[in-house]
């Protein structure tokens, strides 16, 4: 039997003074970011968006912008530095050469660089957050969709999928964390990077139902 034995490296460079940019995320179409429903409702919404637990309110997860963001970037910019994990599934960059990689992380055997790009949730601004309270009901529409067998005989399989109309407006927070030392990556480096990731995601779409139009965005810089 062999034994394989790794030294994994953590990247101890010196931490610059983080920059703060508040963005408004504008919905130009119909949001959908699945959550978890409490319970299976016969009849009810199969997929719910995500909601604050204590407001009842949608938001959109940092963790939901930054990840859709890395992913265009890895297929778009940087499909070079790619690699194959196992079985021909492709894994997230993590060549520490690549800017990618040492923008949003990442974590190997040998080596774990943290993330320099914090991506916070946003929240409805302050005059949506108002008119949810007035009327909630106006932020969720139930879609009905039905998914049909094309080639086999069989029945329509509806299914219900919660969304957030267009128009809405949510904000947060996207800090930079500026690096000096090994695989560092400097202040215009990090907001050149974050500048094209949001020039693909309003190219593209945020999350579920892209194909059918949803999830246009628009990216307005605040208090800059």
Not at 64 to 70: D, E, F, T, V
Request: hydrophobic fraction near 40%.
């Amino acid at each position: 039997m062999l034994l394989y034995f790794y030294t994994i490296v953590i990247m101890t460079n010196t931490m610059k003074t983080p920059i703060i940019r508040t963005y408004k995320i504008v919905l130009k179409t119909w949001l959908h970011i699945g959550g978890s429903g409490d319970s299976l409702k016969i009849g009810g919404i199969d997929s719910e968006v995500v909601k604050n637990p204590l407001t009842w309110a949608p938001y959109i997860p940092g963790s939901s912008i930054k990840g859709r963001m890395r992913a265009l970037l890895e297929m778009v910019d940087y499909s070079g530095d790619l690699e194959e994990v196992s079985g021909g599934v492709i894994g997230p960059v993590s060549n520490p050469e690549s800017l990618v990689a040492r923008a949003f992380g990442c974590s190997t055997k040998t080596l774990k660089l943290a993330s320099k790009l914090i991506f916070e949730d946003f929240a409805l601004t302050d005059e949506y957050q108002q008119k949810f309270e007035k009327l909630w009901s106006d932020f969720y529409e139930d879609k009905a969709e039905n998914t049909v067998p094309r080639f086999l005989k069989g029945s329509a399989n509806p299914r219900h999928m919660e969304r957030v109309p267009a128009g809405v407006e949510f904000e947060g927070r996207i800090i930079i964390i500026p690096e000096e030392g090994e695989y560092w990556a400097s202040q215009s480096d990090l907001e050149s990077i974050l500048d094209r990731g949001i020039e693909l995601l309003e190219a593209t779409f945020l999350w579920g139902g892209g194909s059918r139009w949803n999830g246009r965005v628009i990216f307005e810089k605040i208090d800059w």
